[in-house]
């Protein structure tokens, strides 16, 4: 009897905790009607290889379709170095990529604009080919975070623009 009381009270307990999560009103951020309108955005951006990377990774993340919206993109990209061996070398290195963007509707206003920032650390060995290719390295994985970056501020601004249309 007392087994039956306590499983009928937590399935009660349970019943109650689905239906209110239900009724919370959670969204995914990614959900809505202007981040699925994203796929096939038209993107440009200038010539340097940080530019392409970055289009070729916002692809990847918001895939193919027909979309009214229009991103533009300008980066530039800095490397630093951050520490000297003892031979007085540089041994470490930031690549630092800028990116300002904008995204527009079909008839050219602006929805989101901005700007980030975003890091990527690499080292050098003492041969030239090390630094060369820890720079190609270094601008690849700067290049995909920043993409990333841009999808999320992307769908903040789109979701920010469909709770203020429609309260």
């Known amino acids: 009897m007392m087994s039956l009381r306590s ?17 919370c009103g959670f969204q995914p951020l990614y959900g809505g009607a202007g981040f699925s309108q994203l796929p096939g955005v038209e993107i440009s951006r200038g010539q340097e290889r940080v530019d392409y990377l970055i289009a070729d990774s916002l692809r990847d993340f918001l ?42 509707n079909a008839s ?3 929805i989101a604009e901005g700007q980030l920032r975003e890091e990527s650390l690499f080292d050098a060995g ?4 090390t630094l060369v290719s820890g ?5 690849e994985q ?19 623009r469909e709770a203020t249309s429609n309260p």
Request: aromatic share 4%; charged share 15%.
């Open 63 to 104: 895939g193919d379709g027909r979309s009214p919206y229009h991103l533009a993109l300008v980066s530039e990209t800095e490397q630093n170095s951050l520490g000297l061996s003892a031979t007085g070398i540089a041994r470490q290195y930031a690549l630092v990529i800028t990116t300002d963007y904008t995204l527009t």
């Open 7 to 23: 499983s009928l009270i937590r399935a009660s307990v349970l019943a109650l905790a689905l239906v209110g999560l239900s009724a």
């Open 142 to 160: 700067a290049a995909e975070a920043m993409a990333e970056r841009l999808v999320r501020e992307i769908a903040v601004a789109l979701r920010q």
């Open 135 to 139: 720079a190609s390295n270094a601008e």
């Open 126 to 129: 003492s041969d030239p080919y």
């Open 108 to 110: 050219g206003a602006v």
